[in-house]
């Protein structure tokens, strides 16, 4: 079983940054795709970041220019770097983990989402 552990959202003013981290645990062979995601009131959930085994990027075009994903393999964890928020930016933000156990299974898991709120 995956355990993920999300930190860093919170209340900030529009132009403000925020650090999201994300640290998954228990029985985890290999991590490869990392990736960031977000729901907004109202509004399906939408791709926010992606990070490859490999370290291959990419972005909601949204996102774009504002928003960085890295990885640290040793912890098996997942940032997203958040500068130039916007108040359109406000969302609940969930980290996405997918990997093999050690009993060659895939999993898939989710965070438990972390608010983040930009005011105007």
């Known amino acids: 079983q995956v355990q993920l552990v999300e930190s860093g959202g919170g209340l900030v003013q529009a132009g403000g940054s925020l650090r999201l981290s994300c640290t998954a645990s228990g029985d985890i062979f290999r991590v490869n795709a990392m990736g960031w995601y977000r729901q907004a009131p109202g509004k399906q959930r939408e791709l926010v970041a992606h990070?490859?085994?490999?370290?291959?990027?990419n972005y909601a075009d949204s996102v774009k220019g504002r928003f960085t994903i890295s990885r640290d393999n040793a912890k098996n964890a997942v940032y997203l770097e958040m500068n130039g928020l916007k108040p359109e930016d406000t969302a609940v933000y969930s980290c996405?983990?997918?990997?093999?156990?050690?009993?060659?299974?895939?999993?898939?898991?989710w965070g438990q989402g972390t608010q983040v709120t930009v005011s105007s």
């Open positions: 996405n983990v997918r990997g093999v156990t050690s009993r060659a299974n895939d999993f898939n898991d």
């Open positions: 990070i490859s085994s490999g370290g291959m990027t």
